[in-house]
């Protein structure tokens, strides 16, 4: 059973952007989605040309991208869909299984990266952690980061106390506070609003102050940074 209280329903399915130039991978991908009723596939694209008119007229939540496209790449459209559409996530479909690739991506702000025909993970899977503040990584991959960041890279980090010292020291109103709490709680943009006697746009306008202030991309990384600040006490 899917708990109610989760984003994605099948009175209220998450909205999917799809974008990859492999009809055959598109094909794959756009059935997986459409035989989940908490998803709605709401428009394809094989180009960045194409992404771009889609992210300019249709409202969607996810989109799911590949990173080798005809007229552009994947990094492309993630930079342009977290500057215009800020609350939205994406999750990379590559064939690219390199962890510099990966970092590239989330540091751009996506929150996942699924390597394509792995055995492992499904996209309505990846599609539903995402929209309620997760992240999905092909475990392989996530395997390979996590030895990164644990190996050679280690002595290189600065200690939590330099890093606090050096994130952005903006504050956050009392209503982007309010709002970023909910967000760590797993809301939508609309139920946020409801909650708050607010609209979902006022609401994706203080989402979008709070990534600006802490310099972030994705509402994951607010949340994460938020909470290493002490902001959502």
């Given at each position: 059973?899917w ?5 994605g ?6 909205r999917v ?7 055959h ?24 040309r194409?992404?771009?008119m ?12 590949d ?6 790449t ?11 559409r ?12 390199d ?21 492992f993970?499904?996209y ?17 991959l ?19 106390a330099?890093r606090s ?10 209503r ?11 809301y ?7 909650r ?12 979008k ?12 990384q ?11 006490y």
């Amino acid at each position: 059973m899917w708990p109610h209280f989760l984003t994605g329903q099948a009175e209220q399915p998450v909205r999917v952007l799809l974008v990859d130039d492999d009809p055959h991978m598109r094909r794959v991908v756009a059935q997986e989605l459409l035989a989940d009723l908490r998803i709605n596939l709401v428009g394809q694209a094989t180009s960045v040309r194409e992404a771009k008119m889609l992210v300019a007229t249709q409202e969607f939540d996810v989109m799911l991208v590949d990173l080798k496209l005809g007229d552009g790449t994947g990094f492309d459209l993630i930079d342009h869909v977290k500057s215009v559409r800020p609350v939205a996530e994406v999750v990379v479909v590559s064939a690219m299984e390199d962890e510099e690739h990966a970092l590239r991506a989330f540091e751009l702000g996506a929150s996942g990266y699924l390597i394509k025909n792995s055995w492992f993970g499904n996209y309505p899977q990846a599609v539903l952690q995402v929209v309620n503040g997760g992240a999905s990584i092909t475990p392989g991959l996530a395997r390979r980061l996590i030895r990164r960041l644990d190996g050679a890279d280690a002595p290189a980090r600065k200690p939590p106390a330099a890093r606090s010292a050096a994130l952005p020291s903006e504050q956050l109103s009392e209503r982007e506070r309010e709002v970023l709490r909910l967000v760590a709680t797993g809301y939508t943009s609309n139920e946020i609003g409801k909650r708050l006697s607010i609209s979902g746009q006022t609401v994706n306008t203080h989402i979008k102050n709070t990534y600006r202030k802490l310099q972030v991309r994705s509402r994951a990384q607010a949340v994460n940074l938020a909470q290493m600040k002490g902001l959502l006490y």
